[in-house]
């Protein structure tokens, strides 16, 4: 008797879609004329699938086999679609079955929840079938084909009749057909053809404001769908839509927030009014609250500072906090945490309700309220500290996402003194979470070690030990990442980080963790007190493992063999074991790398560089760039031998490494702890040192410096553009990074035009255009400008000149005889500036360099700067002279007076130094007095008069 509600829900759950409205196919209606009028035939025949379905469920039952939900019977599931086709045609009957139409219809549906596919020609056939069933009164026959309807997405030519025959519906003195018309046909002009909302805009308009709740919510539902397609229609609709704003429904209420916000999003001052016009009145619907909640949270975050936020949104927000729904509560306090720049006091009110949640009875409260205070721990973790007492009865609650959070949480939150006693309690609660959750745990983990450097010997001896327990891939990848990124920044726990990873290969059966720790041993191995401690266990890989760890242990042996040279003979006779292996690769590494260690002592290199360069550091071009240079030397012998330092990069090679290193430093875990700025310049680092590698500025030699990116225009108009200028010894090179914001038009040939005539010293010595720009794809064109004469400052006018190609913006394509047309675009002016040629280099003392520099070429100017704050005026000066702050003088210690160390290399090769004085002459200027020295006086005059 337990199985016919199952079957039951399976039949109503694959009837419907997520969209859809309200439905039950599966009930069975006492229906004494319609039974009559079904055949014999056809009542047999739904009687013995019935009866088959009940006997499969019970043989499923008695088997007692473990199925989820998902999983339950379903009389549809061996269902093909060219049988239902074939029923189909009883749509055309003359005396239409209402029952075994919604039997059809259901098939249908359940076919398309699927993913089943139909061709266009069946689709046609279907929904014209489908149409002729609406002469049907039936109720639930009506619902179903709205449905289809919806479903099948009419082609644009049957659009026409679907609009006809559902607007009839739409003036019918029924509210269900009307509500239903009006959101399956504004589905279907949203997807088709928008230009047909003009036909039936009268009838939605009518609908926002009528009395039924549901007509009302539905022509809103809809309103919201056609914004996006026909939005100049929609937002006439404005005063419609404000009407239904004080509707007493709720669900009226929330459909017409959403829908006036759409309208007037692009209008930033329009969105402002609107919401704080609406946090003087309150609504009445929750769900509406929680919306305005949001915009309210967005209008603050756009305000520049935190001084500037409009103190009555705010305010809104914290008495949102008093309100009588659990859900506007956490809403508010989602939105208070979240904000930038909020301070402690700001975040109290906040926390505090968060911290009745954990005491909630509702595990909803419990787990929003902990998953809240675990985002807000990262940036404001002593804030959340007061919850922590709460939070550690979390850690046994039955919910084990809920516990699992709570427990990341406190290792953010918690003191160097309660580590201990909160690895007591992970330990036992460890064994009893899935792997998911592990990971989540462990990450915690690798936060608190680098938090508290002190206890990474408790930490990582836990590490250790979870490390040999079962458990998954992606889980003792998570761990064995975690102790990767120990190691690197905490140096005590280098060997004993290397011990518990070479104990963890003697029985690893993964084979890319094995070779991630054997590269790492390989790193780090040799600069360890006992390095030879460590071949016993690379050793053991090469008898023991399959043929990619032998390959990785070859080239580990062989970097202690290049590193340390008493253990270099011992190395050699390993890897001469090795020479005979099965396998090809190991036994081309084994042979190369005996054939290099043997050859050291000669000092004889490979491909222009040394043993330890090319084995031990990272290769000054990509490997893709040397393969390409290989096959042309191959295919073109020279008598030159061959040399790394002639490999030149391609232009689209650079933009694929470019893209590569994006990707990788985004999916790294183990470079996940740096700060993103941190990464964001080691990345442009290397990046701009490939750029004398390309054939068109080989010539330029060695890199300098390179400059910050400065914006030529502003964001989010037609030609989004900036410029990094690379400085070499002679040159320098402008790197200018496009963006192309309209979509319908594809740009060719794209070149910058830098005026030099106000700036003397400069000359334009070559370009290199950017072949293409297409919409959202960013691209680089580069300025080659040779100097002639001393160090040129000042202003470059520039112009970005291109070939201009209309797109279909549904292809993304141009026209094949679209030749295009000339155009220009007028940007802003490019500075050139001392800063951009000193490079920032710090020194460790000072105070010495400073004496032993001597004041032979010291300069000492003063200044009156108009900045309202000494710290201001700090940051801006750094920024324009382009040095380095040195022994932290970067912070002022007292707000009216302040001294700042900074240090520099000036192009040459000069070092600079300077001691800048600050003090508070009134509110709006702050006095300077600046001393530059370096050997040569004249490049401190010219430092210290940049800044005048």
């Known amino acids: ?307 500037s936020r409009d103190r009555a949104l705010f305010d809104f927000l914290e008495a949102s906090l008093r309100h009588k729904s659990d859900m506007v509560i956490y809403e508010a306090a989602t939105a208070i945490c979240s904000l930038p720049n909020v301070t402690q006091r700001e975040l109290s009110p906040s926390v505090t309700v968060l911290q009745l949640f954990l005491c909630s009875p509702k595990p909803a409260c419990r787990f929003s309220a902990v998953r809240t205070l675990n985002k807000l721990a990262m940036a404001h973790p002593l804030a959340v500290t007061p919850c922590n007492m709460d939070m550690e009865g979390l850690i046994n609650d039955s919910n084990r996402s809920i516990a699992t959070l709570a427990i990341t949480t406190l290792l953010k939150t918690g003191s160097e003194s309660g580590v201990e006693r909160l690895m007591k309690q992970i330990t ?26 002190q206890k990474h010997r408790l930490l990582m001896t836990f590490l250790s030990n979870v490390l040999r327990e079962e458990g998954g891939f992606a889980y003792k990848k998570a761990i064995v990442d975690t102790l990767l990124s120990i190691i690197g920044r905490v140096s005590e726990a280098k060997e004993a980080g290397l011990s518990h990873l070479c104990e963890f290969i ?36 090469v008898v023991l493992e399959n043929a990619t760890v032998r390959a990785s242990a070859v080239s580990a042996l062989a970097k202690f063999g290049i590193v340390i040279d008493s253990l270099r003979p011992s190395i050699i006779v390993l890897l001469q074991r090795c020479i005979y292996d099965n396998d090809d690769e190991v036994r081309d590494r084994a042979i190369f790398f005996v054939a290099m260690l043997k050859g050291l002592e000669s000092g004889v290199g490979i491909g222009g560089m040394s043993a330890k360069q090319l084995i031990l550091e990272p290769l000054p071009v990509p490997l893709a760039a040397i393969e390409a240079h290989c096959r042309n030397y191959i295919a073109a012998p020279s008598e030159q031998p061959l040399s790394i330092h002639q490999v030149t990069v391609d232009p ?56 910050k990116r400065s914006a030529l225009s502003e964001s989010g108009i037609e030609y989004e553009v900036s410029c990094i200028k690379h400085v070499y010894a002679a040159h320098v090179l402008l790197q200018f990074n496009l963006n192309n914001t309209l979509e319908d038009q594809l740009l060719e040939k794209v070149t910058m035009a830098v005026d030099l005539s106000a700036v003397p010293g400069l000359v334009a010595e070559s370009e290199l255009a950017c072949a293409s720009l297409p919409f959202g794809t960013p691209g680089v064109a580069y300025t080659c400008l040779r100097r002639t004469d001393g160090v040129p400052v000042g202003s470059l006018p520039c112009t970005l000149k291109f070939v201009v190609k209309d797109v279909d913006p549904a292809s993304g394509l141009p026209d094949d005889d679209d030749q295009g047309y000339d155009d220009e675009y007028k940007l802003e002016d490019l ?14 003392d000072f105070r010495t360099a400073w004496e032993t520099m001597g004041n032979g070429g010291e300069v000492v100017e003063t200044f009156s700067l108009s900045y309202s704050s000494i710290k201001a005026a700090m940051d801006a000066l750094v920024e324009f002279l382009g040095m380095q702050v040195c022994e932290n003088s970067g912070q002022p210690a007292e707000s009216s007076r302040a001294t700042v160390t900074l240090s520099g290399v000036f192009l040459g090769g000069m070092q600079v130094f300077a001691i800048v004085n600050l003090r508070t002459d009134s509110p709006t200027h702050v006095g300077m007095r600046l001393t530059v020295r370096s050997a040569d006086v004249g490049i401190s005059q010219f430092v210290a008069a940049s800044v005048a």
């Not at 509210?175 to 939605?204: C, F, K, S, W």
């Not at 084979?511 to 266990?537: D, M, N």
């Not at 500075?831 to 460790?844: L, P, W």
Request: proline share 4%; net charge neutral.
């Open 1 to 307: 008797p337990n199985t016919a509600p199952a079957v039951l829900r399976s039949v109503a759950a694959g009837s419907a879609s997520a969209d859809a409205f309200p439905l039950v196919t599966a009930q069975r209606q006492p229906d004494i004329p319609r039974a009559m009028t079904t055949s014999a035939s056809e009542m047999a025949n739904q009687g013995a699938q019935w009866l088959q379905g009940m006997k499969d469920a019970a043989m499923s039952m008695t088997s007692r086999e473990k199925k989820d939900e998902d999983e339950a019977y379903s009389p549809y599931q061996s269902l093909q679609k060219s049988v239902v086709l074939q029923e189909c045609r009883c749509f055309n009957d003359r005396e239409i079955n209402p029952r075994r139409c919604i039997t059809i219809l259901t098939k249908i549906l359940w076919l398309l929840s699927q993913g089943e596919k139909l061709t266009q020609l069946e689709t046609t056939d279907v929904f014209f079938g489908v149409t002729k069933l609406l002469q049907a009164k039936d109720q639930q026959l009506r619902r179903l084909i709205y449905l289809v309807m919806k479903e099948l997405k009419p082609s644009p030519e049957e659009v026409i009749i679907v609009c006809a025959t559902l607007t009839k519906d739409m003036n019918s003195k029924m509210d269900l057909y009307r509500a239903n018309a009006i959101r399956v046909l504004g589905a279907i002009i949203a997807a088709t053809d928008p230009t047909m909302l003009a036909q039936i805009e009268r009838h939605l308009k009518q609908a926002l404001v009528d009395k039924n709740c549901f007509v009302a919510a539905s022509a809103l539902v809809a309103g919201i769908h056609l914004m996006h397609v026909n939005g100049e229609v929609v937002r006439r609709w404005v005063n419609e839509v404000q009407t239904a704003l004080s509707s007493e429904n709720t669900s009226v209420q929330y459909h017409a927030l959403a829908l006036l916000h759409q309208i007037k999003r692009q209008d930033r001052l329009a969105v402002s009014k609107v919401v704080a016009s609406l946090t003087r009145t309150p609504l009445k619907s929750a769900l509406a609250q929680c919306l305005l909640i949001r915009f309210a949270k967005k209008v603050i975050e756009e305000e520049p500072s935190a001084e």
């Open 831 to 844: 500075e050139i500036a001392a800063a951009d040629f000193m490079r920032r280099v710090a020194v460790v």
């Open 506 to 541: 003697e029985d690893c059966e993964f084979t890319l963790l094995s070779t991630q720790i054997l590269h790492l041993l390989g790193i780090e191995g040799p600069t360890t007190a006992e390095p030879s401690k460590y071949i016993r266990f690379i050793y053991n890989r």
């Open 428 to 453: 036992s609660f460890m064994s009893e979470i899935a792997d998911d959750f592990k990971i989540v745990v462990v990450d915690a983990i690798r936060a608190m070690c680098l938090k508290f450097p």
């Open 652 to 707: 689209e090679l650079l933009q694929k490494e470019r893209k590569a290193a994006m990707a990788a430093a985004k999916s790294q875990d183990a470079i996940a702890d740096q700060p993103a700025a941190g990464k964001s310049d080691v990345f442009a680092d290397s990046e701009a040192d490939l750029l004398s590698r390309m054939p068109q500025f080989v010539h330029l030699g060695a890199r300098f410096t390179s400059s």
